[in-house]
């Protein structure tokens, strides 16, 4: 399974890393800090089963990734994922797959 992370803060991109190769050993995962650098990865040829997107970015955030991925890629699974719980609206226009809230807890 190929995955892609795209989250601006590193820390929440290694901690959901940690917690996917606990459950897919064998996935190749890629991490992005921005959705236009992962929009740039799959315009260049590559390609995901399942994108984590964070709504909130510095510069190109979730949901406008994830319309643009929607759009070219419709095979990819889009998970959205916030502290904020009011975005579900966009989360089905995207027919995302889900909506994961973050929280401040740690999970190990």
Known sequence: MKIAICDDNSNERKELRDLLEKIWE???I???EDG??????????DTYDL??????MNKVGGIEAG???RSRYSRTKIILVSVS????PEAFELD??????KCSCAIK
């Open 96 to 101: 995302a797959f889900y909506y994961l809230v």
């Open 26 to 28: 064998d996935a190749e």
């Open 51 to 56: 994108v984590f997107l964070d709504v909130f």
């Open 30 to 32: 890629t991490e992005s």
């Open 67 to 69: 319309r643009v991925i």
């Open 36 to 45: 236009q650098e992962l929009i740039d990865r799959m315009e260049s040829g």
């Open 85 to 88: 719980r009011e975005f579900g």
